[in-house]
C-alpha cells in the first residue's frame, strides 16, 4: 500500500509515454535518423523539466521519499566514460527501438517480442552491478 503512489506516477508516465507516442519504434528510428524533430523536442522538454527539478532540490534542500537528503556529487573530469556509456546506451537504443521507458510501454500495449528486449537490458544491468566494482568509474 504504501507504494501505491509510485504505481499511480508509472502509470501517468506510460500514458504520457503512449499519448506522446515517445514508445513508438518509427518515431525513435526516424529521430536517429534525422528524420523528425519530434523525439528530440520530447527529449529536450524532459532535459529542461529535469534541469529545474535538480535546481529546485538544490535550492529547497529537499529529501528522498524515506527522509533522507539528495545528494549530488560533483562531475568527474573523464569525459571518456561518457563517451564510452551514451555509445553503448544509444547503441542499445537504436538497435532495439527502445530505451527503458518505453520498453515497459511497448509491452504494455501488447507488443510481446518487447519483453525480450526488456528481459536482456535486465541481464545487462545484474551484469554490471556485479562487474562494477571492477569498472573505472
Known amino acids: 500500500m504504501k507504494f501505491i503512489k ?14 506522446s507516442e515517445a514508445f513508438s519504434w518509427f518515431r525513435i528510428q526516424e529521430m536517429f535518423r534525422f528524420q523528425a524533430f519530434h523525439m528530440y523536442g520530447i527529449i529536450g522538454t524532459a532535459v529542461t523539466l529535469g534541469v529545474i527539478g535538480v535546481a529546485l532540490i538544490k535550492k529547497f534542500n529537499l529529501r528522498d521519499f524515506k527522509g533522507n537528503p539528495i545528494v549530488f556529487y560533483p562531475k568527474d573530469k573523464s569525459i571518456s566514460r561518457y563517451l564510452i556509456g551514451g555509445t553503448i546506451f544509444g547503441l542499445g537504443w537504436a538497435l532495439s527501438g527502445a530505451c527503458p521507458g518505453p520498453m515497459v510501454v511497448n509491452i504494455g500495449y501488447g507488443y510481446l517480442t518487447m519483453a525480450v528486449v526488456f528481459v536482456f537490458a535486465l541481464i545487462g544491468t545484474y551484469l554490471y552491478g556485479i562487474i562494477k566494482d571492477k569498472l573505472p568509474h
Do not use: E, N, P, Y
Open 6 to 19: 509510485f504505481l499511480i506516477l508509472g502509470t501517468l508516465f506510460g500514458i504520457v509515454m503512449a499519448k
